[in-house]
């Protein structure tokens, strides 16, 4: 089982920047991906950016490419969004997401509580 508990998030004007942290607690040993994805009313969630542990490469959605950056620290079990140069359309539900891998190749998807980042134009 892995715990998540996501933090930051809130309301900013367009252009502005924001940073999510999110923190790991429970099974992390067995973490094979960590990262981000958010929702905005009426769609489906959607990746933001990821980090695959084994190998620190990091996916970002085309959207967020260039003004969102993800970061992890290896010591604290947490991973961080920095979001600059925000747009209205980044206006969702931001949840933080772990895959973890069991020795016989299993998959388990965790999700945090969800934080709201509200961009106003």
């Known amino acids: 089982q892995v715990q998540l508990v996501e933090s930051g998030g809130g309301l900013v004007q367009a252009g502005g920047s924001l940073r999510l942290s999110c923190a790991a607690s429970?099974?992390?040993?067995?973490?094979?991906?960590i990262g981000w994805y958010r929702q905005a009313p009426g769609t489906q969630r959607e990746l933001v950016a990821s980090?695959?542990?084994?190998?620190?490469?990091?996916n970002y959605a085309d959207s967020v490419k260039g003004r969102f950056s993800i970061s992890r620290d290896n010591a604290k079990n947490t991973v961080a969004l920095q979001m600059n140069s925000l747009k209205p359309d980044d206006t969702a539900v931001y949840y933080c997401?772990?895959?973890?891998?069991?020795?016989?190749?299993?998959?388990?998807?965790?999700w945090g509580q969800g934080t709201q980042v509200t961009v106003s134009s």
């Open positions: 997401n772990a895959v973890t891998l069991t020795p016989f190749g299993f998959r388990n998807t965790y």
């Open positions: 429970g099974s992390t040993f067995s973490l094979y991906t």
């Open positions: 980090i695959i542990i084994s190998s620190s490469t990091i």
